[in-house]
């Protein structure tokens, strides 16, 4: 059928290029325009003698809205006998079709398409020359008059072009496109006259490269005279020059070459360079880029400056969908400051590590792997990082973690180990392993098969935790070196609490519980008299010791409710729950002979000195003397209900005034004085939307002689000066304002520029944001004639927007005992759309510097832009 209808084509133009007129040829005409119409899918409509007039018809549309004539006639099919193409050409049309027999063409209005194979071509207008095999696209006027429905060629796994004009051999693959716009990756290319080879490779004359989204009139392009396009791979330019706002700049390039692929490829990182004035001339930055695998790649990048000064920072990530992803780099650095014939000369050789690893969750469901590494050098942050958030940093801290969970079992397993660096003190702590092992509640009494009420002893229950590491400290300098095996402390500890529930008289909760606790070490010190020095020597004895101890506690607490109502007024209620427990403990004395866990030594002078062989070891050592201490815990919640016109059902609403209001304190009955504990107060409430105060206090109340600074046995009370001292307080106030998000969500520019730089993204859709934190300290003298200690900090951050493209950021610490800023920051920040400009600048401390960048905000042109820095020690 399909072979037949494309042998009636054939024929009737044959007999049209005749032009007879005898009645042969109109009766031929009749029977061949029959046997369309009957051996199609679809019938052809006659030829409108106006072209105009046509253009002007509407073919019967279905339920989709497309024209039903020819939507579904393969083209392709019709000149498959001697035209030699490989698939069948598809072609709709919304508005409408008409043929045109005598020049072999086919002509789609509004909304056309023609599908071949995998290509896809859409238009406004289009023209389908069977005879030449090929397809001309152009747009059309819509009813303003302006252009509309541009030809859009697209091909599959290819980017998408859009232009004025295409005019495309169906069977040769190649093309002609005036004023085409394509993007690669993310750039776009602009070429005026453009040929197309096999849908391989594209030849341009007049082209502009640029990612800026405005086609119309980029901001900024690199003019390319000519230019060999291949799609998702490269763009290789002849002579070309940049222009920024439609100034050329006087740099040319005699050629050039972009890489455009989809796929990661290795190739240059290329530097930054500038000036300081400390360190020399500089090269930043630079370096190298490797894709490994789909899941791996390695960046390598350093810093040269001329006199003398390096860095080289290897940083490798790694990533699997749905199962884990990670980031590795190691920074080497030599920082050279002076001339060696300057006193003020340094050399500082530093290092630093750091390591994120982090496991999708459902990768594993019953283990979890995690990791959180960074360590180096004392002065590693200092020489070698340029964020601001990084200027009071002290510490560097590290833990890399396992957790393993076992299903329908009660107990579960954690290792890990830690690292904790102070760069001021230069003190390390390394913990490997921290290993905990711990079961869960088991009620051994319970019965299985629960009938009736539940008896008390059947709330009996225990549970496990067994602790393990081994830990070393010391200066960084001498951590690791030859005896750094002997100073490491390592031990095991193993605690189980006994306990149950019961409820006394409805109201009252009673916990009894017995907790016993074993340690393992397997080192010991002694302490001897050296006869040749006459002084007290310390030696450590290898060995594996065995220490426990136990307690006894009982705790009873309840809740008091007081609730007041008033007819009257916005407040209508005021409720108050105070949940008071007192507790019993109780401890024997495990300083006793018996028990071996304290010893004498005599020294020289015949004094006797009472030691510990466990002292200084990780969970420490029982203590001397009996205790039995009662303690009081006091909790009080206060609540207000005020009337409200925003809640339409009741028309009330809470109001916390305190979250929580606490008293602590306890009584020793074993002990012989100070049997009365410090009295704490601690507080918390929040109000409005993101404020919140915390507050607490200690209170002494035992009576301090202020001219030697020793507490005496007397309490304030029994001197009749009061109840108690203030000892110390602390209050912290808190607030944050931050407007309600405006202009939805991030672009894939912003999001692209965020995932690259967090430090350069702003958010200009949040118009204003403000968090500050108020800090009030106090230490009372302990002598007199000295000053108690104070400490009141207030620290302001945030952002406001002047329009919506220029935002200013601030931070600021200022230390209102000392009067003077301890730390500021000020930054603007302007969006020049396709471009973004920053200043950052900290104009006190010791990290005073400044940095001003001018830079295209699209990831893959990091190295168009205009930088000047002055960095701390230029100043």
């Not at 603007?828 to 990290?847: A, E, K, Q, T």
């Not at 990831?859 to 930088?867: D, G, H, N, T």
Request: aromatic share 12%; glycine share 8%; hydrophobic share 35%.
């Amino acid at each position: 059928m399909r072979f037949a209808r494309g042998g009636v084509f054939l024929l009737l133009s044959a007999l049209l290029a005749q032009r007879k007129t005898n009645q042969l040829y109109y009766l031929f005409l009749c029977l061949l325009l029959l046997c369309v119409a009957t051996a199609g899918a679809q019938g052809l409509k006659p030829v409108s003698p106006s072209p105009v007039a046509d253009s002007l018809k509407k073919t019967q549309l279905d339920s989709s809205g497309m024209a039903k004539p020819d939507t579904t006639i393969a083209l392709g099919d019709s000149l498959t006998s001697d035209s030699g193409l490989e698939d069948e050409v598809i072609y709709e049309a919304q508005d409408s079709i008409r043929m045109d027999i005598a020049k072999k063409e086919v002509h789609l209005f509004g909304k056309a398409k023609v599908v071949y194979g995998e290509i896809n071509l859409t238009a406004g207008y289009i023209v389908i020359n069977w005879e030449k095999n090929l397809v001309t696209a152009v747009g059309l006027p819509d009813s303003s008059g302006r252009m509309a429905d541009y030809p859009v060629f697209k091909e599959a796994g290819k980017d998408e072009i859009l232009s004025k004009q295409i005019v495309y051999n169906i069977k040769t693959k190649k093309a002609k496109i005036k004023d085409v716009v394509t993007k690669s990756g993310e750039g776009y290319l602009l070429g005026k006259d453009v040929k197309m080879m096999n849908s391989e490779e594209l030849f341009m004359r007049g082209m502009k490269y640029t990612t800026c989204d405005d086609n119309e009139h980029p901001h900024f392009y690199l003019n390319l005279t000519r230019a060999k396009v291949i799609p998702n791979k490269t763009i290789i330019a002849g002579p070309s020059y940049m222009v920024i706002e439609d100034v050329p700049l006087p740099i040319a390039l005699p050629f050039g070459y972009f890489p455009v692929m989809k796929t990661r490829k290795a190739g240059i990182i290329f530097p930054e360079y500038g000036e300081s004035p400390q360190l020399g001339f500089f090269l930043r930055n630079g370096g190298y880029y490797i894709p490994i695998n789909d899941y791996l790649d390695l960046r390598i990048v350093g810093d040269l400056y001329t006199k003398g000064s390096w860095r080289l920072n290897p940083s490798l990530n790694y990533n699997q969908r749905y199962k884990f992803n990670g980031n590795f780099n190691l920074s080497f650095s030599n920082t050279v400051i002076g001339e060696r014939e300057d006193p003020n000369y340094s050399k500082t050789l530093d290092f630093r590590i750091t390591w994120t690893h982090n496991q999708d969750p459902k990768a594993s469901p019953n283990g979890r792997f995690s990791a959180s590494v960074d360590l180096g050098t004392a002065t590693a942050i200092l020489n070698n990082s340029f964020a601001s958030n990084n200027f009071l940093r002290n510490s560097l801290n590290s833990s890399v973690s396992y957790t393993k969970t076992f299903p329908n079992k009660p107990y579960n397993l954690s290792v890990s180990a830690r690292h904790s660096q102070n760069t001021q003190t230069r003190n390390v702590s390394v913990t490997l392993p921290d290993a905990v092992f711990t079961v869960q509640r088991i009620e051994p009494f319970k019965r299985k098969n629960f009938v009736g009420a539940t008896r008390w002893y059947e709330r009996v229950g225990f549970n496990l935790t067994t602790t393990g590491r081994a830990e070393i400290n010391g200066v960084d300098s001498v951590l690791f070196n030859d005896q750094f095996t002997r100073r490491i402390n390592s031990g095991i500890n193993h605690s189980i609490p006994v306990n149950l529930s019961l409820n006394v008289l409805k109201y009252f909760t009673l916990t009894p519980s017995v907790t016993y606790n074993e340690r393992w070490y397997f080192r010991s010190v002694e302490r001897r008299l050296d006869g040749a020095t006459n002084a007290i020597v310390r030696d450590t004895v290898d060995g594996f010791n065995r220490v426990y101890d136990y307690s006894f506690s009982a705790g009873l607490n309840f809740r008091l409710f007081g609730l007041v109502q008033f007819k009257k007024g916005k407040i209508r209620a005021i409720r108050h729950v105070m949940a008071p427990t007192l507790s019993f403990s109780y401890r024997p004395d495990f300083g006793d002979e018996r028990f071996g866990y304290y010893r004498t030594v005599v020294d020289s002078s015949g004094r006797q000195i009472r030691y510990s062989p466990f002292e200084g070891t990780l969970y420490g050592v029982p203590g001397q003397g009996r205790s039995g201490l009662v303690s009081l815990n006091i909790t009080n919640n206060l609540e207000l209900k005020v009337k409200s016109k925003s809640d339409t059902i009741t028309g009330m609403k809470k109001v916390k005034v305190f979250d929580a209001f606490d008293f602590n304190t306890s009584y020793n009955l074993a002990a012989d004085s100070f049997q009365i504990a410090p009295f704490t107060l601690n507080a918390r409430t929040t109000f409005g939307n993101g404020f919140s105060v915390v507050m607490n206090a200690t209170f002494d109340p035992y009576v301090m002689n202020m001219q030697t600074g020793i507490r005496q046995k007397e309490t304030y009370l029994e001197a009749g000066e009061g109840i108690a001292r203030l000892s110390n307080y602390n209050i912290a106030f808190n607030g944050s304002i931050r407007s309600k998000t405006q202009g939805g969500n991030l672009n894939s520019r912003d999001i692209a520029i965020r995932n690259y730089d967090p430090r350069r993204f702003v958010d200009f859709n949040v118009p204003y944001s403000l968090n500050f934190a108020l800090i009030l300290g106090y230490n009372a003298p302990v002598r007199e004639g000295l000053p108690p200690q104070l400490n009141q900090t207030l620290g302001l951050n945030g952002d406001f927007r002047i329009t919506t493209k220029w935002k200013v950021t601030y931070s600021a610490s200022y230390d209102m005992v000392r009067g003077n800023l301890s730390g500021m920051q000020f930054g603007i920040y302007r969006d020049l759309h396709c471009w973004d400009m920053s200043f950052n600048w900290i104009p006190v401390g010791f990290r005073q510097s400044y940095t001003f960048d001018l830079r295209v905000k699209s990831a893959m042109l990091q190295q168009l832009r205009l930088s000047r820095r002055r960095d701390w020690y230029d100043f």
